[in-house]
């Protein structure tokens, strides 16, 4: 079975700042249906720190300079690169094309069992934040597929933030691994699944049962993306981005040999790389407390 997605960009307009050639940017991102797309990434090409994500009604507003590019992508629809001055038109994209695995069918249903694998219960070494993106390997000790029925994470959310009292939306990620280097591949969701995270808020427990995800054999990259802070009536504040990502940090040890944290410090050249390289005072490879329970079938 092939599934289709596509993605239309419509409804931009421009409004002009004080500030020479500045410009600021709001646009709706929705699907060939119309329907709007919530928690799109919007970021500028080779611009660290400039970015932004729909809200839920797939509404952005980003401060642009004419020779700037937007970066679009959100899971489960082909990533574009378009120019601010092209922005105007309606934007189609090529499919992502999803091939769905054949499921046999048995008579008898089968017991299974299951498995916490990852990070959680070891001593707490540091925090780490400043990122958008996080993720660590995972892999599986069995070599057999199973599915992925939650997952878990150690934050930590400062409480000196000027959006102190606010909570966090964040998104699932779930990744292939790269087989010529040790990073994450390709997305294994087609769905989004994003997540709120409370000011006071400590430890994540997220319920993934509904969405068949699978473990892989070699095992998979499990991870979080920060998208911003959100309002008391649950709307996306605008360009609260940076500020985010100052303020919730990932709890990690330095003990296990599950995987490894990693990082990406500009979301479209792909530069993951490994959080320790960041730590001045420890070389030493960290651990992401990141987990999933898993649910194995038995022989």
Not at 10 to 21: V, Y
Not at 51 to 64: A, I, S
Not at 86 to 93: M, Y
Not at 250 to 269: D, P, R, V
Request: aromatic share 10%; with cysteine.
């Amino acid at each position: 079975m092939i599934l289709k997605i596509k993605l239309v960009i419509s409804s931009f307009c421009i409004i002009f700042n004080i500030s020479a050639q500045q410009t600021t940017l709001i646009g709706r991102i929705a699907n060939e249906s119309n329907v709007s797309l919530p928690y799109v990434s919007v970021f500028l090409l080779n611009k660290v720190n400039n970015g932004t994500f729909t809200d839920k009604d797939g509404v952005f507003k980003l401060n642009v300079y004419p020779e700037d590019t937007l970066c679009i992508s959100h899971i489960g629809y082909t990533s574009v690169k378009i120019s601010v001055n092209d922005i105007g038109k309606t934007l189609l994209l090529k499919p992502n094309v999803l091939y769905l695995k054949e499921t046999t069918i048995r008579s008898k249903k089968l017991k299974s069992f299951s498995k916490k694998i990852g990070l959680n219960s070891e001593k707490v070494s540091g925090m780490f934040c400043g990122m958008d993106k996080y993720a660590m390997f995972v892999k599986n000790p069995l070599y057999r597929e199973g599915s992925i029925k939650s997952m878990y994470c150690k934050v930590y959310h400062a409480k000196d933030s000027k959006f102190k009292n606010l909570n966090i939306q964040l998104r699932v990620r779930i990744y292939s691994k790269n087989k010529i280097n040790p990073y994450p591949n390709k997305d294994i969701l087609q769905e989004n699944i994003p997540i709120i995270i409370k000011y006071n808020q400590n430890n994540l427990a997220i319920d993934l049962s509904k969405y068949n995800i699978p473990f892989l054999k070699e095992g998979v990259f499990i991870g979080l993306d920060i998208i911003g802070y959100i309002d008391k009536e649950g709307n996306l504040i605008q360009n609260s981005l940076v500020d985010c990502r100052k303020n919730l940090c990932i709890k990690f040890t330095s003990q296990g040999k599950e995987g490894f944290l990693t990082y990406n410090a500009h979301l479209y050249k792909l530069s993951w790389n490994l959080v320790s390289n960041l730590l001045r005072k420890n070389s030493n490879p960290v651990n992401a407390m990141l987990g999933v329970q898993v649910i194995f079938e038995e022989d």
